[in-house]
């Protein structure tokens, strides 16, 4: 017996990394789950009952993808805003990556370096919107279209949204921090405004997650990243998951708006 025996999930960004943990471990408890994705492939692989392509800047791949997964299951009772980018084209990465190694450059040469390792003010327009396209409007747009599924069935049910540390530390870059705090606080809002409807809303905020996007990310800053962890590691995506899975449970039927923390004790919320 699972304790999500009976249940439907959808998760998005499920192909890949925490998201695809999260497929893993709902799947492993009894959920029948939906892996929404943008790489189709990447979702049929995640071993979900279902697979969907879905790019959730896009409210109508998202409100197709949602009715679809309703179709299949019958129901929907979870649902998991996991996509996330980091970066885009235009938002000034580029600039932040070249000074960033011509400064480590320049220090390895001669001990020091007056080179500025900065972002915003390279940030284009387009640089900033698509990022927070992905990791605010997603989440708006998958929240209202389970929220109304749920309605029409008149079904209770659980929405987390994965936050980062880097909400509370600031640490990170404009539109990727500003993102992550800025689902916090869709997190509470939504937390009071669906409650009547038996509907909680909760969030987690990982710190550093051993996921592939932590492969493009130089060896001697992911060193120095955990020895800033008191746990002295990063997490493992199961972790990330197993947190998930608790505020999606039954454990948690009386947690609602909250934010659990995951991140070894690097920062507090
Ligand atoms: N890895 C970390 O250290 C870390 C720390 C804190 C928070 N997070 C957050 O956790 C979440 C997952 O991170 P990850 O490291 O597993 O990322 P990842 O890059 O490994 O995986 C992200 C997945 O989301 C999919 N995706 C990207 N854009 C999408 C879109 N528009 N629509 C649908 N799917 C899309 C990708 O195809 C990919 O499968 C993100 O929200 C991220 O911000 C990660």
Redesign the pocket.
Same mark, same amino acid.
């Given at each position: 017996m699972g304790r999500f025996d009976g249940k439907a999930a959808i998760v998005? *960004?499920? *192909?890949?990394?925490?998201?695809?943990a999260i497929v893993e471990r709902l799947t492993a408890d009894g959920a029948k789950v939906a892996a929404?994705? =943008? $790489?189709i492939e990447?979702a049929k692989a995640s071993g979900a009952a279902l697979a969907l392509q879905?790019?959730?800047?896009d409210s109508a791949s998202v409100i197709a993808a949602v009715r679809a997964a309703r179709a299949a299951f019958g129901r929907l009772d979870i649902a998991v805003n996991?996509? *996330?980018?980091?970066q885009a084209a235009k938002d000034g990465s580029e600039q932040f990556y070249g000074a960033m190694a011509k400064r480590n450059e320049e220090l390895a040469a001669t001990g020091q370096s007056d080179v500025i390792v900065d972002q915003l003010i390279h940030m284009e327009d387009d640089g900033w919107a698509a990022v927070m396209?992905? $990791?605010i409007n *997603?989440p708006f747009y998958v929240s209202r279209e389970f929220a109304r599924v749920l309605a029409e069935d008149g079904n209770a049910g659980s929405i987390i949204n994965?936050?980062?540390?880097?909400a509370q530390s600031g640490e990170g870059s404009p539109h990727?921090v500003t993102s992550?705090a800025a689902i916090i606080g869709l997190t509470r809002q939504l937390a009071r405004e669906l409650a009547p409807r038996k509907i909680r809303v909760n969030a987690v905020?990982?710190?550093?997650? $051993?996921?592939?996007? =932590?492969a493009g990310i130089p060896d001697e800053w992911i060193k120095s990243m955990e020895a800033s962890i008191p746990l002295g590691r =990063?997490?493992n995506?199961s972790e990330?998951a197993a947190a998930v899975a608790y505020l999606a449970s039954d454990d948690a039927s009386f947690v609602n708006g909250s934010v659990l923390v995951a991140n070894g004790a690097s920062y507090y919320f």
């Open positions: 998005t *960004g499920a *192909g890949r990394g925490i998201g695809r929404l994705d =943008m $790489n990447d879905c790019n959730v800047a996991n996509a *996330g980018i980091g396209a992905v $990791n *997603g994965i936050s980062s540390t880097s990727y992550k905020a990982p710190g550093p997650t $051993n996921t592939p996007v =932590m =990063m997490a995506p990330i």
